[in-house]
């Protein structure tokens, strides 16, 4: 079929597409299509930004668990044997006991007793397990110190420090695992 309109008639509409906005009038209405174009945009914007925000708090969160379970597992080899080492410091305290009433004879017997508690005290250091330094007049450090009494201080420069030590305190790894017990001067 042929197309029988007019071409006056084809002007016309020709003309009403492309009409100028008078002047009152705002360019509200033909912005409005152009924002209906960037919104979409905008919105995969800050839904692509909040998913990059996501997934890198996802990553430091991952990567945090990672550290603290490697840490942990570290912190169990080392310490594995911890029950087992509290359990034989009460034999090292025998042995140092018994050191003392030996220490005046010289025969065979303490002579294979002396052995027998410096394998048993390098056994200990081979896991870690160290002594703790308690001298008489240093500071009382409730860190590393268990404090059973408290005495007058024979001398004012006593106050507040260690006079005695009743029991020796032990570390494994630079971890206390039996406080040392002390008795200080007030």
Known sequence: MENHTQPE?????????????PKGQSEE???????????????LQDELAEAKDKYVRLYAEFDNYRRRSAKEK????????????????????DFERAEKSYKDR????????VLI???????LEQYNVKPMDTVVGSVFDADLHEAIT?????????????IDTVEKGYLL??????????????
């Open 150 to 162: 408290q005495v007058p201080a024979p001398e004012e420069k006593l106050k507040g420090k260690i």
């Open 9 to 21: 008639q084809e002007l016309e509409k020709h003309d009403e597409l492309n009409t100028e906005i």
């Open 173 to 186: 790894n630079d971890k206390v695992i039996r406080f040392a017990k002390v008795v200080v001067g007030s």
């Open 29 to 43: 209405t033909t912005e409005a299509p152009a924002k209906e174009e960037i919104d979409p945009l905008k919105k």
């Open 106 to 113: 010289t025969d065979k017997e303490a002579e294979g007793f």
């Open 117 to 123: 508690q410096n394998k048993f005290k390098k056994t």
């Open 74 to 93: 570290l912190e169990m080899i080392q310490s594995a044997n911890e029950q087992l080492l509290k359990a034989l410091l009460p034999v090292s305290d």
